[in-house]
């Protein structure tokens, strides 16, 4: 199983980014995915999760209305398009698959 985060980076207060998870080694269309988020100093936390075909999605309270879980099976991606970004939402995030992670990318909101 391999997960490779991109599309992080330094963003100002209300602006936007798009990350993306490329997935493989396993068959992508058959499992839910999820992003997880850690900021400094604070545990890792569950930001977003998917079902499988794409149906059902479900956003923690946080990033409820700004951010959205998004994926392409035919391209084995999963994405986080994040609006109205927050200092708050500095972290590194992580997209995650049965006890598998990422190496992360880092999200920096700050003027």
């Known amino acids: 199983v391999q997960l490779v985060e991109s599309g992080g980076g330094l963003v100002q207060p209300g602006g936007s980014l798009r990350l993306s998870c490329a997935a493989s080694?396993?068959?992508?269309?058959?499992?839910?995915m999820t992003w997880y988020r850690q900021a400094p100093g604070k545990e890792r936390e569950l930001v977003a999760t998917i079902t499988s075909a794409g149906g059902s999605t479900d956003h923690a309270d946080a990033v409820k209305g700004r951010f959205t879980i998004a994926r392409d099976n035919a391209k084995n991606t999963l994405y986080l398009h994040m609006n109205s970004l927050r200092p708050e939402d500095t972290a590194v995030y992580y997209c995650?698959?049965?006890?598998?992670w990422g190496q992360g990318t880092q999200v920096t909101v700050s003027s």
């Open positions: 080694g396993f068959t992508f269309s058959r499992y839910a």
């Open positions: 995650h698959h049965r006890g598998n």
